[in-house]
């Protein structure tokens, strides 16, 4: 059997249900690899985990270049046939340049979190450079990024790369094929609300616009700052009480059975951010059906592109196409089991796994 080591110095256990635990939990049980996750003592914990976590010990906690994480990986590079990077950043390159000078015959994956704009742009004379050095010396085997854009940006510089959009834990698997949602028209939205980069305020504003004319409830996720609560209140203080209770704060959630039951129970899932990565939120919402409206730094431009998606562009076009999606459920129901099989075909960590593996573990 054959070693998988995915590094990330700040693992711990909320990452369980993110890419970060994601990935190595779908190899260790989708694929014939033995797999450990590294990180950091500094962030030990009594949890039980799904695969071997490793406590390394450094004097840091963050993200900087850990002389101790390059002693073991010198160590054990012989023994490790996958090593699993997060974030095209100097740190990763650097570990991955101590790896394969001990195993040459080693495989580097490195998750990237570039946003949606990442090959958008014209990239400067230093940028190429360094690209064209680092794709020279195949110190990357396998570039696993989120968006379009960036792929094609990094597949020119000659980077082998796969389409790799955020998946779903294991407890999203078992839905049954049709969902059930609530009589009354719902909204969920994850984030902490006052977060000024999750910008709920829009969200509340736009509903707050049109709480006459049709019925909804909203539920956030995520928490809340004081100083949202307090905004919260005096946005609503001269409002019926009727309108004030359809919005329901349920603080922040872990458990991913509790996530599959809200959204399952929604019919829009909205993101209002100012600057994301691609959203676990979203493949999570759309594999329940749920139709998102995204603002343009939601991270689902791809999803806008393609058509499963509604894209918005200021305040007064968010609450124009909330209120058009919540008068016309049944259009917005049918787009929600469109975007459902769609997620169910591209954001599936099962299918990423069976890609890498007729690569590079046969």
Same mark, same amino acid.
């Given at each position: 059997?054959?070693?998988?080591?995915?590094?990330?110095?700040?693992?711990?256990?909320?990452?369980?249900?993110?890419?970060?635990?994601? *990935?190595?939990?779908?190899?260790?049980?989708? =694929?014939?690899?033995?797999?450990?996750?590294?990180?950091?003592? !500094?962030?030990?914990?009594?949890?039980?985990?799904?695969?071997?976590?490793?406590?390394?010990?450094?004097?840091? =906690?963050?993200?900087?270049?850990?002389?101790?994480?390059?002693?073991?990986?010198?160590?054990? +590079?012989?023994?490790?046939?996958?090593?699993?990077?997060?974030?095209?950043?100097?740190y990763s390159l650097v570990y991955a340049i101590f790896y394969k000078l001990f195993n040459s015959d080693g495989n580097v994956f490195i998750k990237c979190d570039?946003?949606?704009?990442?090959?958008?742009?014209?990239?400067? *004379?230093?940028?190429?450079?360094? /690209?064209?050095?680092?794709?020279?010396?195949?110190?990357?085997?396998?570039? /696993?990024?989120?968006?379009?854009?960036?792929?094609?940006?990094?597949?020119?510089?000659?980077?082998?790369? /796969?389409?790799?959009?955020?998946?779903?834990?294991?407890?999203?698997?078992?839905?049954?094929?049709?969902?059930?949602?609530?009589?009354?028209?719902? #909204? #969920?939205?994850?984030?902490?609300?006052?977060?000024?980069?999750?910008?709920?305020?829009?969200?509340?504003? +736009?509903?707050? =616009?049109?709480?006459?004319?049709?019925?909804?409830?909203?539920?956030?996720?995520?928490?809340?700052?004081?100083?949202?609560?307090?905004?919260?209140?005096? +946005?609503?203080?001269?409002?019926?009480?009727?309108?004030?209770?359809?919005?329901?704060?349920?603080?922040?959630?872990?458990?991913?059975?509790?996530?599959?039951?809200? %959204?399952?129970?929604?019919?829009?899932?909205?993101?209002?951010?100012?600057?994301?990565?691609?959203? /676990? =939120?979203? @493949?999570?919402?759309?594999?329940?059906?749920?139709?998102? *409206?995204?603002?343009?730094?939601?991270?689902?431009?791809?999803?806008?592109? @393609?058509?499963? @998606?509604?894209? %918005?562009?200021?305040?007064?076009?968010?609450?124009?196409?909330?209120?058009?999606?919540?008068?016309n459920i049944e259009f917005t129901l049918e787009k929600g089991r469109m975007i459902r099989s769609h997620i169910q075909e591209s954001n599936d960590w099962r299918?990423?796994?069976?890609?890498?593996? !007729?690569?590079?573990?046969?």
């Amino acid at each position: 059997m054959k070693k998988w080591v995915t590094l990330f110095e700040r693992f711990q256990y909320f990452h369980l249900f993110k890419d970060v635990g994601q *990935i190595p939990y779908h190899v260790q049980e989708y =694929s014939e690899n033995n797999v450990e996750v590294w990180r950091k003592s !500094a962030h030990s914990d009594e949890k039980s985990y799904p695969y071997e976590v490793i406590d390394i010990s450094s004097g840091s =906690s963050g993200v900087k270049i850990s002389l101790s994480i390059i002693k073991k990986i010198i160590r054990e +590079a012989k023994n490790i046939d996958y090593l699993n990077l997060f974030h095209f950043r100097k740190y990763s390159l650097v570990y991955a340049i101590f790896y394969k000078l001990f195993n040459s015959d080693g495989n580097v994956f490195i998750k990237c979190d570039f946003s949606h704009d990442v090959g958008l742009k014209p990239a400067g *004379i230093v940028k190429k450079l360094t /690209l064209k050095l680092i794709s020279k010396l195949k110190l990357i085997d396998l570039l /696993l990024i989120e968006h379009l854009p960036a792929l094609h940006f990094y597949q020119s510089y000659g980077f082998e790369c /796969l389409y790799t959009p955020n998946g779903v834990a294991k407890e999203y698997y078992s839905l049954v094929q049709e969902i059930n949602k609530n009589e009354i028209p719902t #909204i #969920i939205f994850v984030g902490k609300c006052g977060d000024k980069r999750k910008n709920a305020e829009d969200l509340v504003r +736009a509903l707050l =616009s049109i709480s006459d004319t049709c019925q909804w409830k909203v539920m956030f996720v995520g928490g809340e700052t004081t100083e949202f609560k307090k905004w919260f209140e005096e +946005a609503t203080d001269s409002l019926p009480h009727d309108i004030v209770e359809r919005f329901h704060f349920l603080g922040f959630i872990t458990e991913a059975s509790e996530m599959v039951n809200l %959204y399952c129970q929604s019919h829009l899932f909205i993101m209002t951010s100012l600057s994301e990565g691609y959203p /676990l =939120s979203l @493949a999570e919402s759309c594999w329940c059906g749920c139709y998102p *409206i995204l603002s343009q730094g939601s991270g689902g431009n791809d999803l806008i592109d @393609a058509g499963f @998606a509604i894209g %918005y562009q200021n305040s007064d076009d968010l609450k124009k196409k909330v209120y058009n999606s919540l008068v016309n459920i049944e259009f917005t129901l049918e787009k929600g089991r469109m975007i459902r099989s769609h997620i169910q075909e591209s954001n599936d960590w099962r299918v990423m796994v069976k890609k890498i593996d !007729a690569r590079f573990f046969n």
